[in-house]
Each structure stands twice: as C-alpha cells, then as structure tokens.
Nanobody, 122 residues
Framework: VQLQASGGGLVQAGGSLRLSCAAS????????MGWFRQSPGKEREFVAA????????NYADSMKGRFTISRDNAKNTVLLQMNSLKPEDTAVYYC????????????????WGQGTLVTVSS
C-alpha cells in the first residue's frame, strides 16, 4: 500500500490543523493505521492509531483530548484532527499502515508515507 500524507503547515499556538493520509489499494480496511511524529534530534514518536474498521482508537497520553484520529474506508483516507496545538507539537508527521491490528510501536508498521511538516509558533 502507498501512503500520501498532507495538510501540514504553520499555525499559531492554540490553533488547529487537520492532516490527511491517502492510501492506495482496494484492501484499505484490512490495515490498521497510525500517525507518528518526529522532531529534529528525537526518535519517532507515537501519536494515534485506528483499527481497520475505525471502531477502535488509541492515543499517546499527551495527545488525548486534543487530537482525533478517524478514517473513511470508502475514500481510503485517514485523518488526524489536531486542536489546541502547542509549540512542542512541531514535528514531521507520518502516517503508517500495518496488517490487522494497530500498535504504538513504529517498527511494527510496514508502510509509511513521506511525512508532512507541522510547525506551531508561540
């Protein structure tokens, strides 16, 4: 499966952005999807994940209540709505896919998008 992330940009602290990840292929619903992020000098960090059906989600503690992951299997798309953004949310955000069930471990994911840069100014 090929993934294309988009929607990043520059936003002020407290603002919102919605990231989108478009996937190729006709079996999108069989893939769990995750969002990860990476800042310069830091390891890739788990943000959120969603099951293939969209019925189950998981978030990193620091994103709970601010970020929402969702998917539209008819459009082969997964979204990440980010609200109340903070400067420390500045990073390149990646979408990723893996078969069957989601995890919060980056190395478990088989397919990755190219990343989209989110910059939050103070």
């Amino acid at each position: 499966v090929q993934l294309q992330a988009s929607g990043g940009g520059l936003v002020q602290a407290g603002g919102s952005l919605r990231l989108s990840c478009a996937a190729s292929g006709r079996t999108f619903s069989t893939y769990a999807m995750g969002w990860f992020r990476q800042s310069p000098g830091k390891e890739r960090e788990f943000v959120a994940a969603i099951s293939g059906s969209g019925h189950s989600t998981n978030y990193a503690d620091s994103m709970k209540g601010r970020f929402t992951i969702s998917r539209d299997n008819a459009k082969n798309t997964v979204l990440l709505q980010m609200n109340s953004l903070k400067p420390e949310d500045t990073a390149v955000y990646y979408c990723a896919a893996r078969r069957i069930y989601f995890t919060s471990v980056a190395s478990d994911y088989e397919y990755w998008g190219q990343g989209t840069l989110v910059t939050v100014s103070s």
